[in-house]
């Protein structure tokens, strides 16, 4: 039999504060139906002025670290589209906040919300040629548009954490997958911006035209199915996205299309996003958490994941939950880390969106607000400072 390779743990983390969509709702004049109902979020994640992808990714990875240690971790990548330099790996301070052996390969990959899964196929590569090994892979991004934009609303922040390996805990990823890369400008941030540019309209269009390009790939490589499925994990850049590209799927795949089987597949899979808002990266792996939390026993059922990053790229596969995977979930832990977050006004939202590092490369601290396990501390001589709480 091949050897079975997949994710063997899963931690997530979230920021400090939220702001509900109710506050943005007041605040620019909506019907809160459109938020809660139309696009499916009741919530968002709002960094602290001294969280960021370096912090948030350790408190992630933190408790995989704590569960498993890192003897047999000899590699970590660092998905992200949030990146803090332009050289140098977001990934290497988490190394470091972490306290992993020096003898360690650190690597940060880009490609819009994609790239964590391309973080986890290429942790199976690794796992393949050395199966004693294991690869800590780690998506954390921080959404951001532009104030008063359309965007505004999907905003969102969070890590994921997952342990890859020989023999996993908690999903066997298969073979084979479907592929689908095409040149489109839905989505992009150039490098003198800190908020993203989109074009909405595109960005649906492009992600259901990924859908179709991904699973014909899917289908024509030998894969399984859509009857073979549980559920289905897509990227969730807002909730009702994940219901929307099911029911093109199933409108391509010539299926009657009913929201009850729609709900089925993919309700379960949106509770965590619907309330921390789009993470990007880590958005379809929290779809993943929220469905081992919630489902009564997923032991031997097929799980369907759609990644698509803007751009674009996208890629299908399946992944088969394995026995025992209920001992081993944090749900608890989950519930905390998105419970645990202070509400914020709009006003303190404001703030916190508009603020940032003066440019001159001076000794500059950031104000002590998160409680969590890491923080930024300030940055000097245009160095970024991290420590542990």
Same mark, same amino acid.
């Given at each position: 039999?091949?050897?079975?390779? =997949?994710?063997? !743990?899963? @931690?997530?983390?979230?920021?400090?504060?939220?702001?509900?969509?109710?506050? $943005?709702?007041?605040?620019? =004049?909506?019907?809160?139906?459109?938020?809660?109902?139309?696009?499916?979020?009741?919530?968002?994640?709002?960094?602290?002025?001294?969280?960021?992808?370096?912090?948030?990714?350790?408190?992630?990875?933190?408790?995989?670290?704590?569960?498993? =240690?890192? *003897?047999?971790? +000899?590699?970590?990548?660092?998905? %992200?589209?949030? @990146?803090?330099?332009?050289?140098?790996?977001?990934?290497?301070?988490?190394?470091?906040?972490?306290?992993?052996?020096?003898? %360690?390969?650190?690597?940060?990959?880009?490609?819009?919300?994609?790239?964590?899964?391309?973080?986890?196929?290429?942790?199976?590569?690794? #796992?393949?040629?050395?199966?004693?090994?294991?690869?800590?892979?780690?998506?954390?991004?921080?959404?951001?548009?532009?104030? !008063?934009? /359309?965007?505004?609303?999907? &905003?969102?922040?969070?890590?994921?954490?997952?342990? #890859?390996?020989?023999? /996993?805990?908690?999903?066997?990823?298969?073979?084979?997958?479907?592929?689908?890369?095409? !040149?489109?400008?839905?989505?992009?941030? /150039?490098?003198?911006?800190? %908020?993203?540019?989109?074009?909405?309209?595109?960005?649906?269009?492009?992600?259901? &035209?990924?859908?179709?390009?991904?699973?014909?790939?899917?289908?024509?490589?030998?894969?399984?199915?859509?009857?073979?499925?549980?559920?289905?994990?897509?990227?969730? /850049?807002?909730?009702?996205?994940?219901?929307?590209?099911? +029911?093109? $799927?199933?409108?391509?795949?010539?299926? *009657?299309?009913?929201?009850?089987?729609?709900?089925?597949?993919?309700?379960?899979?949106?509770?965590?996003? +619907?309330?921390?808002?789009?993470?990007?990266?880590?958005?379809?792996?929290?779809?993943?958490?929220?469905?081992?939390?919630?489902?009564?026993?997923?032991?031997?059922?097929?799980?369907?994941?759609?990644?698509?990053?803007?751009?674009?790229?996208?890629?299908?596969? =399946?992944?088969?939950?394995?026995?025992?995977?209920? *001992?081993?979930? +944090? %749900?608890?832990?989950?519930?905390?880390?998105?419970?645990?977050?202070?509400?914020? *006004?709009?006003?303190?939202?404001?703030?916190?969106?508009?603020?940032?590092?003066?440019?001159?490369?001076?000794?500059?601290?950031?104000?002590?607000?998160?409680?969590?396990?890491?923080?930024?501390?300030?940055?000097?001589?245009?160095?970024?400072?991290?420590?542990?709480?």
């Amino acid at each position: 039999m091949p050897l079975a390779i =997949g994710i063997h !743990d899963l @931690s997530f983390a979230t920021s400090e504060f939220v702001l509900p969509h109710t506050a $943005l709702a007041a605040h620019n =004049g909506t019907e809160i139906g459109k938020y809660h109902v139309g696009i499916g979020q009741e919530s968002m994640s709002v960094p602290a002025a001294d969280e960021d992808i370096v912090t948030l990714a350790a408190t992630a990875a933190a408790p995989v670290i704590a569960r498993h =240690g890192s *003897d047999r971790i +000899r590699t970590v990548v660092l998905a %992200t589209e949030s @990146s803090i330099d332009q050289a140098k790996s977001a990934g290497v301070y988490v190394h470091s906040l972490l306290g992993l052996p020096s003898a %360690t390969r650190v690597v940060e990959l880009k490609q819009a919300c994609y790239g964590a899964t391309a973080g986890l196929q290429f942790a199976i590569g690794l #796992v393949q040629r050395d199966p004693s090994q294991q690869v800590l892979v780690i998506a954390s991004d921080v959404s951001k548009y532009d104030l !008063d934009s /359309p965007g505004e609303a999907t &905003q969102g922040a969070a890590a994921v954490a997952m342990l #890859v390996g020989a023999d /996993p805990g908690l999903v066997r990823i298969e073979d084979p997958s479907g592929l689908f890369t095409v !040149d489109v400008m839905d989505f992009w941030r /150039p490098n003198y911006r800190t %908020t993203a540019l989109v074009d909405g309209r595109e960005s649906i269009g492009a992600y259901l &035209q990924a859908v179709e390009g991904a699973w014909k790939d899917y289908s024509e490589r030998g894969g399984h199915s859509l009857e073979q499925f549980a559920a289905f994990c897509y990227h969730q /850049p807002f909730t009702k996205m994940a219901h929307k590209a099911h +029911r093109h $799927l199933l409108n391509y795949c010539s299926h *009657d299309v009913h929201n009850d089987d729609v709900t089925r597949a993919v309700g379960r899979t949106t509770a965590y996003n +619907r309330v921390i808002g789009n993470s990007y990266t880590a958005s379809v792996y929290l779809g993943l958490a929220a469905l081992l939390d919630q489902a009564d026993d997923l032991t031997g059922e097929r799980i369907g994941f759609l990644s698509y990053g803007s751009g674009s790229v996208a890629e299908f596969f =399946g992944g088969t939950i394995v026995a025992g995977y209920q *001992d081993r979930l +944090r %749900t608890e832990a989950n519930i905390e880390a998105v419970s645990r977050r202070r509400p914020i *006004d709009y006003v303190g939202y404001r703030e916190l969106h508009e603020w940032a590092f003066p440019l001159d490369g001076g000794d500059h601290a950031t104000p002590q607000q998160t409680t969590g396990p890491f923080r930024l501390s300030g940055i000097s001589g245009h160095k970024r400072l991290y420590q542990a709480c």
